[in-house]
């Protein structure tokens, strides 16, 4: 299954594709900020000074990001489908750069700063949220006359504490537990900041204004993540079903390509599956990469990153386990980091030897405790797992799993 000169022209001009549109971004994104912020500036009537200090602060705030960028991008940090999306991250930081503004004629009790910070982590990743966030309530800020430093310290933190709870957010998770946590921080840091930074009197005013201003921005953060979030779960999981099919057009090719190499990966991801789901990993990504990793047999040669990675491009691989499988072609059959490459890295070694022994003599007896025990010590006396990110407990867990297998190992003869 060789691709054609024309495909591999397709496939290398989308990708020249995505990185302009990741530069013409982050270039535009220091004008932007730099321009709207001034401009502002100016029709509030600042004084050079501030004026001054206020376009430096928001020049350094799309330097940054523009930086943030540049870095996701080689390091692939960005979360979910969002690193194909680079002008869909522009549109939405140009819309919360708008909202900073436009908050000044708003109460600061009224601000809905973790809404902010949650849109930015939705489109692009945690620390770039962070920082944008950040940099973009700092700004905002810069035009508020006293209190500001803790403001900007209560709801950087509530803000900060938010990105989290949605950053671990999945489709097994009830909104309902990232809603809550996110309304008490929000509404503990607007008490304080009333009665610590603006020296308000206690009164029902100091809690009755952040009580409502805190439940209603949880309410419309919960509601707009959960509403993206489970797209983009949906999305996936239609995707995993379809790939992960043993009679998709891919794994087909592999099966008449080497039928050798297709009964590896199918027994493979079996026991990868049966055991993510016990230990609760990312089990279709895992099972993804059990599947797919040895998919350079279609051009018979070894898989290596650079020669493969088109495959998943163009089959639509979710981008978690597009990620998983770089990771694991790159180094996870010897130093695997993440947990789920851990685990299929296991589960290939095991299938290998059994089936290994099996093709010599379909009769031979095994003890397959001993081996998934002598296994699991190889490993570690090797070095194996010095960066792994699968704990003692997991490895323990995760032998115990292979052992119940035996039925299933019988049935490699």
């Given at each position: 299954?060789?691709?054609?000169?024309?495909?591999?022209?397709?496939?290398?001009?989308?990708?020249?594709?995505?990185?302009?549109?990741?530069?013409?971004?982050?270039?535009?994104?220091?004008?932007?900020?730099?321009?709207?912020?001034?401009?502002?500036?100016?029709?509030?009537?600042?004084?050079?000074?501030?004026?001054?200090?206020?376009?430096?602060?928001?020049?350094?705030?799309?330097?940054?990001?523009?930086?943030?960028?540049?870095?996701?991008?080689?390091?692939h940090s960005f979360e979910g489908d969002n690193e194909?999306?680079?002008?869909?991250?522009?549109?939405?930081?140009?819309?919360?750069?708008?909202?900073?503004?436009?908050?000044?004629?708003?109460?600061?009790?009224?601000?809905?700063?973790?809404?902010?910070?949650?849109?930015?982590?939705?489109?692009?990743?945690?620390?770039?949220?962070?920082?944008?966030?950040?940099?973009?309530?700092?700004?905002?800020?810069q035009f508020v006359a006293e209190g500001a430093e803790?403001?900007?310290?209560?709801?950087?933190?509530?803000?900060?504490?938010?990105?989290?709870?949605?950053?671990?957010?999945?489709?097994?998770?009830?909104?309902?537990?990232?809603?809550?946590?996110?309304?008490?921080?929000?509404?503990?840091?607007?008490?304080?900041?009333?009665?610590?930074?603006?020296?308000?009197?206690?009164?029902?005013?100091?809690?009755?204004?952040?009580?409502?201003?805190?439940f209603l921005t949880a309410l419309v953060t919960a509601?707009?993540?959960?509403?993206?979030?489970?797209?983009?779960?949906?999305?996936?999981?239609?995707?995993?079903?379809?790939?992960?099919?043993?009679?998709?057009?891919?794994?087909?090719?592999?099966?008449?390509?080497?039928?050798?190499?297709?009964?590896?990966?199918?027994?493979?991801?079996?026991?990868?599956?049966?055991?993510?789901?016990?230990?609760?990993?990312?089990?279709?990504?895992?099972?993804?990469?059990?599947?797919?990793?040895?998919?350079?047999?279609?051009?018979?040669?070894?898989?290596?990153?650079?020669?493969?990675?088109?495959?998943?491009?163009?089959?639509?691989?979710?981008?978690?386990?597009?990620?998983?499988?770089?990771?694991?072609?790159?180094?996870?059959?010897?130093?695997?980091?993440?947990?789920?490459?851990?685990?299929?890295?296991?589960?290939?070694?095991?299938?290998?030897?059994?089936?290994?022994?099996?093709?010599?003599?379909?009769?031979?007896?095994?003890?397959?405790?001993?081996?998934?025990?002598?296994?699991?010590?190889?490993?570690?006396?090797?070095?194996?797992?010095?960066?792994?990110?699968?704990?003692?407990?997991?490895?323990?867990?995760?032998?115990?799993?292979?052992?119940?297998?035996?039925?299933?190992?019988?049935?490699?003869?």
């Amino acid at each position: 299954m060789k691709k054609s000169a024309r495909q591999k022209k397709k496939s290398a001009a989308e990708q020249k594709a995505l990185t302009v549109s990741l530069s013409a971004v982050s270039l535009l994104t220091v004008p932007l900020t730099a321009g709207a912020a001034a401009a502002f500036a100016f029709y509030r009537g600042e004084g050079r000074e501030a004026f001054l200090r206020i376009v430096i602060i928001a020049f350094l705030l799309g330097a940054g990001i523009a930086f943030c960028l540049g870095s996701d991008r080689l390091t692939h940090s960005f979360e979910g489908d969002n690193e194909a999306h680079p002008w869909r991250f522009f549109g939405v930081f140009a819309c919360c750069l708008a909202a900073s503004l436009l908050l000044l004629f708003v109460p600061l009790p009224w601000w809905p700063v973790p809404l902010l910070f949650v849109l930015l982590q939705l489109t692009s990743e945690s620390i770039l949220a962070l920082f944008a966030g950040g940099g973009l309530l700092l700004l905002s800020l810069q035009f508020v006359a006293e209190g500001a430093e803790g403001y900007f310290f209560l709801l950087f933190t509530a803000s900060a504490c938010t990105v989290l709870l949605y950053r671990h957010t999945d489709s097994k998770t009830r909104f309902l537990f990232a809603m809550l946590p996110q309304a008490l921080l929000h509404l503990t840091a607007l008490v304080v900041y009333e009665l610590l930074f603006a020296h308000t009197h206690a009164s029902a005013r100091v809690f009755l204004i952040p009580i409502a201003s805190a439940f209603l921005t949880a309410l419309v953060t919960a509601g707009i993540a959960r509403a993206y979030l489970l797209r983009n779960i949906r999305k996936n999981t239609e995707r995993y079903l379809d790939i992960n099919d043993p009679e998709f057009s891919l794994l087909q090719a592999i099966r008449t390509k080497q039928k050798e190499v297709y009964d590896l990966a199918i027994h493979t991801a079996h026991l990868t599956e049966r055991c993510a789901e016990a230990l609760d990993y990312r089990t279709q990504a895992a099972k993804t990469c059990a599947l797919y990793h040895r998919i350079g047999c279609l051009d018979d040669a070894e898989s290596e990153w650079p020669d493969v990675a088109h495959y998943y491009t163009d089959f639509e691989f979710p981008q978690e386990a597009v990620l998983l499988l770089r990771e694991y072609i790159r180094e996870g059959q010897t130093h695997p980091r993440s947990r789920e490459a851990t685990l299929v890295m296991f589960c290939d070694t095991l299938v290998t030897q059994i089936r290994a022994v099996f093709a010599k003599d379909k009769d031979a007896g095994m003890d397959y405790d001993t081996m998934i025990d002598t296994m699991c010590l190889e490993a570690y006396q090797k070095g194996t797992l010095s960066g792994s990110g699968m704990t003692i407990q997991e490895l323990s867990r995760m032998r115990e799993l292979l052992k119940q297998e035996k039925l299933y190992y019988d049935f490699l003869r």
